[in-house]
């Protein structure tokens, strides 16, 4: 198994052994920054199996580097929590570290703390019996309104002692510490199960969506981006590109669905179904995962395009 995981070559959710290829306690850290801390549990602990999740490209290229021949780590491009939900399958996370997370202290980004109600039911579902986050953070407000939020779900029992020395040299706790900040640190051990079963957010649907038009290609022009939001998502269709003979476009679409974003490419070609001119379909260039928000693309894609003249055929989606 690579280095840098793909969910779209796994089954979701998926076991230790088919990540890994071993068995052993599974780790996961959200967000890991340059992954120094990473690579020191991955040499303190060779028994265990890490995941590795930060949204930052820059923060997967340096940890990349820091990994190599290490055999029991896994990173990820993207959310923790996606991987959290979608990918661990209940009851069969060890523990996960969250070190030094944002803070968003503004009010009206208050929904993006991570310890809302809806993860920490996530968290203790996914946990083992008598798993643990460990929690570590220089900001101590959002410290105690995690704590207050761990201890009112009933779901965790909340100790708070000193950070583990391992935490004190991670990126941060050396800027922060240089500054002259102090720490807190807190363990939140699972002691009960939510009382329903918490669901992936992300399902997958079969990939092979696609629509026919009638009509040629629109001439090419400026592109405005445009959103088409959907239940639960939005894409957004930034770019379109197209060939030098001009027979085939390509649409470049983002959509956003929960925990997960993904760049897509969408391919709009000559086709020989009868009574149609164009396919627009998918295509499986960075293989995409084939989810809800992916053909949601097709369709804005497709919609964009009758806007612009061409007639619908049929559907496949």
């Known amino acids: 198994m690579p280095l840098l995981l793909n969910p779209a070559r796994l089954p979701l959710p998926a076991s230790t052994t088919t990540v890994f290829d071993r068995s052993g306690p599974l780790v996961l850290e959200l ?15 060779p028994d265990w199996n890490l995941l590795g999740a930060d949204t930052a490209r820059v923060s997967v290229t340096r940890a990349w580097h820091r990994m190599r021949g290490l055999s029991n780590v896994r990173l990820y491009c993207g959310s923790g929590v996606f991987l959290l939900s979608n990918l661990v399958r209940p009851e069969s996370l060890h523990c996960m570290y969250v070190n030094f997370p944002d803070p968003w202290p ?18 203790a579902a996914r946990l083992a019996a008598g798993g643990a986050l ?15 939020r761990a201890q009112d779900s009933g779901l965790f029992a909340v100790a708070q002692p000193d950070p583990p020395a391992i935490v004190l040299q991670t990126r ?23 009382a329903e079963p918490v669901l992936p957010t992300v399902s997958l649907v079969p990939d092979m969506f696609h629509a026919l038009l009638a009509g040629d290609l629109p001439e090419p022009a400026a ?49 020989k179904a009868a009574q149609a001119d164009l396919v627009v379909n998918l295509t499986p260039f960075g293989q995409p995962l084939a989810t809800h928000g992916a053909r949601e693309a097709v369709k804005a894609v497709t919609g964009w395009l009758i806007n612009r003249g061409l007639t619908l ?3 496949y989606y």
């Open 134 to 148: 460990l929690l570590t953070t220089d900001d101590h407000r959002y410290f105690a309104e995690a704590i207050a």
């Open 31 to 45: 967000g890991f920054g340059d992954g120094r801390f990473l690579q020191t549990l991955a040499r303190q602990h």
């Open 172 to 194: 941060y706790a050396r800027k922060w510490r240089g500054l002259g900040r102090t720490f807190r640190h807190a363990t939140l051990r699972k002691c009960a199960a939510p």
């Open 313 to 315: 055929v049929d559907t």
């Open 223 to 271: 592109f405005t981006p445009n959103a088409y939001p959907f239940k639960g998502g939005k894409v957004v269709l930034l770019q379109s590109l197209r060939t030098e003979d001009g027979r085939k476009m390509v649409v470049l679409a983002r959509t956003h669905e929960e925990e997960l974003i993904q760049d897509l490419l969408i391919e709009v070609r000559p086709t």
């Open 106 to 123: 503004k009010a009206r980004h208050a929904h993006r703390r991570l310890f809302q109600p809806g993860f920490l039911r996530l968290l």
